[in-house]
């Protein structure tokens, strides 16, 4: 069996989905690994790299499409909008296509893969389990896109982020705030105390305040009813309008007293909760800084443009959507390490495929399959019936 391992075509996207230390545990396994050539050269893994490792350099893109029985990328045709669709034409039924797919909002991408005839699987679905961790792109990705915000706002700031004692007298330390304690506010908080930045979190989930406080941040409350904040796979629910209404209001005060915000908050597959709005931003001290991570789907802050910079009243609001490309070896050693461990799931020692849909992790990531979207959570957000979609 033939494990493919095309170049990612996504604009300014470096990474690479399966680095050359994760080849030999492959072909150990009795699989064959051909990668596109220069497939990992922006991350910093050379085609020799490759090659030495025991992997293949394919002539073509095309060879890689063609003769690949499993194909392993970054974006899939559902994250790669641009140029996914090329993509497409390349791949063939009972083909197995594994990476970030978007498959809760990319309808038209998911239905083509459908009927391409592939097999597709999307790592954004991997359940949070125990057991699948070691699979969990999205925690892997939030890590490097929470470390990168806080040095992205470092960056632009006007204030340094430590307490200095200098003979020119004690400058005060930055006040740092981080809304969204997740994976990426978690490392977010902790990056910005290691900067020496007095650092406050809010999150709408109680529980996580005891994590908050174990990095050394002031775990910031409101006064609103967060009973019912959080589902079973420990993400932040959907509220109605009134709760945000109240919430904006409440932490406007805290936004406008901080020098640097770094916004995580997002639902999956759910357009990005309005947290900041325009007048916080204003009142807010000029030469500050707002890192919206959730500028993907919308942002969290009211004047957030995605992958752009504005600036309002000397407040300097960035909307990055794609941190982990700007950090590509660490990020594809991370997404490589994922990948191996999700394909050990679907392969057997023998190199041959075992999808068991007893299988809690194949069974939920499982999109597309023998031309139907058969995966029930996303026929239900992109509106098709299960019983049209498993006819």
Do not use: W
Not at 83 to 94: E, H, K, P, S, W
Not at 245 to 268: W, Y
Not at 364 to 378: A, F, I, S, Y
């Amino acid at each position: 069996m033939r494990i493919g391992i095309p170049k990612e075509t996504f604009p300014d996207e470096r990474r690479v989905a399966l680095v050359p230390a994760q080849v030999p545990a492959l072909t150990k396994a009795k699989l064959e690994v051909l990668v596109e050539a220069g497939a990992g050269v922006e991350a910093g893994y050379r085609d020799r790299d490759y090659e030495e490792k025991g992997a293949k350099i394919a002539s073509s893109r095309a060879e890689v499409f063609s003769t690949s029985d499993i194909l392993l990328q970054v974006r899939g045709p559902g994250a790669n909008p641009a140029t996914g669709g090329a993509d497409l034409a390349l791949m063939r039924a009972g083909q197995i296509v594994i990476g970030l797919n978007e498959p809760l909002t990319a309808k038209d991408a998911v239905s083509a893969l459908a009927a391409r005839g592939t097999t597709a699987f999307a790592l954004e679905l991997v359940p949070r389990i125990t057991r699948a961790q070691s699979m969990d792109v999205l925690s892997s990705m939030a890590n490097i896109a929470g470390y990168k915000a806080v040095l992205l706002a470092a960056a632009y700031a006007s204030r340094m982020f430590p307490m200095l004692m200098t003979a020119a007298g004690t400058i005060a330390p930055a006040r740092a705030l981080v809304i969204g304690a997740g994976v990426a506010g978690l490392q977010a908080i902790a990056t910005a105390r290691r900067l020496g930045a007095k650092v406050e979190a809010y999150d709408v989930r109680p529980v996580v305040k005891e994590q908050v406080q174990s990095l050394g941040a002031r775990f910031v409350e409101l006064a609103l009813d967060t009973a019912d904040a959080q589902d079973t796979g420990g993400y932040a629910k959907v509220q109605d309008e009134a709760f945000y209404q109240r919430q904006r209001e409440l932490l406007g005060q805290v936004v406008s007293a901080s020098d640097v915000v770094i916004s995580t908050a997002a639902v999956p597959g759910k357009k990005s909760p309005l947290l900041i709005t325009a007048d916080a931003v204003r009142r807010m001290a000029p030469g500050s800084v707002i890192v919206d991570l959730a500028a993907e789907r919308g942002g969290n802050c009211e004047l957030t443009r995605a992958d752009d910079i504005a600036v309002e009243n000397g407040v300097t609001i960035l909307g990055p959507t794609n941190l982990p490309a700007t950090v590509p070896h660490h990020a594809s050693q991370m997404y490589s390490k994922n990948m191996a461990t999700f394909l050990a799931q679907i392969v057997n020692k023998e190199g041959q495929l075992t999808l068991n849909m007893d299988d809690e992790v194949i069974r939920e990531t499982m999109v597309t399959r023998d031309g139907q979207v058969v995966n029930p959570r996303v026929q239900q957000a992109l509106g098709l019936a299960p019983s049209v979609a498993q006819a």
